[in-house]
Antibody, heavy 119, light 110 residues
Framework: QLQLQESGPGLVKPSGTLSLTCTVSGGSVSSSSYYWGWIRQPPGKGLEWIGNIYYIGSTYYNPSLRSRLTIFVDTSKNQFSLKLSSVTVADTAVYYC???????????WGQGTLVTVSS | QSALTQPASVSGSPRQSITISCTGTSSDVGSYNLVSWYQQHPGKAPKLMIYEGSKRPSGVSNRFSGSKSGNTASLTISGLQAEDEADYYCCSYAGSSTYVFGTGTKVTVL
């Protein structure tokens, strides 16, 4: 059974960089059949697509976050990661990592991790 | 890239049917049959309920069905049950390898 687990600091200072890693178990990030991605959800609000990565390193970003966002994959560790720079309180959210099929649906989600941006 | 529009809330009595709409544009919902629907209970990760517009993953009740007309996708829950009370989100491919979620709908079972 595929499992995804987010990890990283739960508190980031404004103007700092938010960094999260998703560790995949029970499957491989090197699979050619899937993309890996990030979604976030501010407290009490809806879901927002952040971006996806393919195992060869191809990335696809939400245009509204592109200038601050980097997603990369480490196939040797079976992980993929997110870096979001110049964060503000508006970036406070539960961040989910996920597996996305080629036709776009998300079939596996991590449990989510709350990241708070605060001084 | 604007969020797809969903009603904020929909309610129904047990055993009734309800429909949640998801309205986009000709650049997303209207151009691709790649809408998926997710159910989210409080404090939990979303769960896939419908993919590619109308397909149900293994294990999802056949009380859930999806459809599309023009720029609007819909999720219908028939035979409403207490366990269906949750938030529901649609998501569509929006071209250029990007995706957009809906605003979310809170379903209440009366």
């Amino acid at each position: 059974q595929l499992q995804l687990q987010e990890s990283g600091p739960g508190l980031v200072k404004p103007s700092g960089t938010l960094s999260l890693t998703c560790t995949v178990s029970g499957g491989s990030v090197s699979s050619s059949s899937y993309y890996w991605g990030w979604i976030r959800q501010p407290p009490g609000k809806g879901l927002e697509w952040i971006g996806n990565i393919y195992y060869i390193g191809s990335t696809y970003y939400n245009p509204s976050l592109r200038s601050r966002l980097t997603i990369f994959v480490d196939t040797s560790k079976n992980q993929f990661s997110l870096k979001l720079s110049s964060v503000t309180v508006a970036d406070t959210a539960v961040y989910y990592c996920a597996r996305r099929a080629a036709t776009g649906f998300i079939d596996y989600w991590g449990q989510g991790t709350l990241v708070t941006v605060s001084s | 890239q604007s969020a797809l529009t969903q009603p904020a809330s929909v309610s129904g009595s047990p055993r009734q049917s309800i429909t949640i709409s998801c309205t986009g544009t000709s650049s997303d919902v209207g151009s691709y049959n790649l809408v998926s629907w997710y159910q989210q209970h409080p404090g939990k990760a979303p769960k896939l309920m419908i993919y590619e517009g109308s397909k149900r993953p293994s294990g999802v009740s056949n009380r859930f069905s999806g459809s599309k007309s023009g720029n609007t996708a819909s999720l219908t829950i028939s035979g409403l049950q207490a366990e269906d009370e949750a938030d529901y989100y649609c998501c569509s491919y929006a071209g250029s390898s990007t995706y957009v979620f809906g605003t979310g709908t809170k379903v209440t079972v009366l």
